[in-house]
Structures are given as C-alpha cells and as structure tokens.
C-alpha cells in the first residue's frame, strides 16, 4: 500500500517557469511533511518542510502548499533554473510511532531546459 | 552530507555471500535509519536505531540485518546477498531533539549482486 502518491512522474520546465510537483498521502496521523532534492550519484537533501498546522510555507524560490482536508501538499519551485534539475521526493512522518518513519513518494525527475 | 560518512561507496558481490555496510555520524545524533532506494519505489526503510544497541524493522527487512554498538556507528548486514538486494543504500540521521523531525542522507553505497 503506497501511502504516498507523487505525480508527475517527470517534468521538463523552461528556465525561469514554474515547476509544481504534487503529492498525496492517506494517513491522517501524518504531521510532518519534508521535501528532499537529489542530484544525481548524491544522497537526497532536505529542501524544505512543513507542519499541518500551516497552509502554506516558503523559503527563497521553494514554496510548500498544504491542504489538509484534501490530504495533499505540493512544491513550487519559482522562477525554474537549469542547476534546479534534479529528483524530488515528498515524504511523510508521524510522532508517537517512535520512529518517526519517513514514508517516500516515488519522485519526480525535473529538467529546466534553457 | 551533515557529517556521515558511508563504506564502502561501491561494492560488487557475488550471490550468495555475505556483506556489511558501514555508516558513520559525527554528530552524536540519537537515530540512523537504513533505506534502499530503486527506480520506481522511491526509497524505503530497511532498518533504523533509536539509541546503543536499540533497533527495529522497517517495510522492506526481511534479509538484512543491523547492529549498532556506538552512537556513531550503524552497520547494515546482508547475510547471504541475492540479486533483489542489488540497490543504492542510504544511511540517514535525525537528532530527534525539541520536536526536530529532520532526516539526514549519507552520500549513499551502490551495491551490485551478480
């Protein structure tokens, strides 16, 4: 059972667009939502992370949306540039399990094309 | 790479044999995690450790196992490696402290079974 769905599953943008990545997830004890970056041969690095308690949460260009009665949260990445090119993965944790597992999207390939 | 430190960082082994993975933190940080990642599943926990000798299973164990004897070290054990285990491995870190939820990612070992 995935319990997080990401789409697209790629996505080529012009320099200086928008790149929007959507995530959806099913468990409601979800409360923390990060969004991890991963260049190629390199380990995935936290870009930017948000709690339910707000709807919205931005850092430079990068930008995380969260609905939660709809159970979804995407990124925005303004303003597109050609070293943004890389894999995106959503993700989701919860408190009380301990753990904190992370539960991964399946990640979306971004090219920003000059 | 939030000071981990992943070995080997290439491996080739041959079916059958047994293999360990080591990671290494210098930030004294409570939790290590261990995912693989594989195209089209994003990437999934293996195992993890909350403390010195204090580990569980994640969604995809069966076939591995762990041991973390100092704070700083984590090590992955395939005991006898099939194919299916050829992946990327990550190593990650969390402090876990005031609330923190943030995961750290080593630079990653590829692992190839033949």
């Known amino acids: 059972q995935q319990q997080v769905k990401q789409s697209p599953q790629s996505l080529i943008v012009q320099k200086g667009g928008i790149s929007i990545i959507n995530c959806a997830y099913e468990?409601?004890?979800?409360?923390?939502f990060p969004w991890y970056q991963q260049f190629p041969g390199k380990g995935p690095a936290l870009l930017i992370a948000?709690?339910?308690?707000?709807s919205e949460k931005k850092e430079g260009r990068f930008t995380i949306s969260f609905n939660k009665s709809a159970k979804q949260f995407s990124l925005h990445i303004m303003d597109s540039q050609p070293g943004d090119s890389a894999t995106y993965f959503c993700a989701a944790s919860r408190a009380g399990a301990g753990s904190y597992q992370l539960t991964f999207g399946k990640g979306t390939k971004l090219s920003v094309i000059p | 790479d939030a000071g981990i430190t992943q070995s080997p960082r290439h491996k080739v082994t041959e079916t059958g044999t047994p293999v360990t993975l080591r990671c290494h933190q210098t930030e004294n940080h409570r939790y290590m995690y261990w995912y693989r990642q594989d195209p089209g599943h994003g990437l999934r926990l293996i195992h993890y450790s909350y403390g010195v000798k204090d580990t569980d299973k994640g969604e995809v164990s069966d076939g591995y196992s762990v041991s973390r004897s100092k704070t700083e070290d984590f090590l992955l054990t395939l005991e006898s490696a099939t194919s299916s285990q050829t992946s990327v491995y990550f190593c990650?870190?969390?402090?876990?402290?005031?609330?923190?939820?943030?995961?750290?990612f080593g630079p990653g070992t590829r692992l190839t079974v033949t």
């Open positions: 948000i709690r339910p308690d707000v």
């Open positions: 990650a870190i969390s402090p876990r402290g005031g609330g923190s939820y943030e995961q750290y």
């Open positions: 468990n409601t004890a979800f409360d923390y």
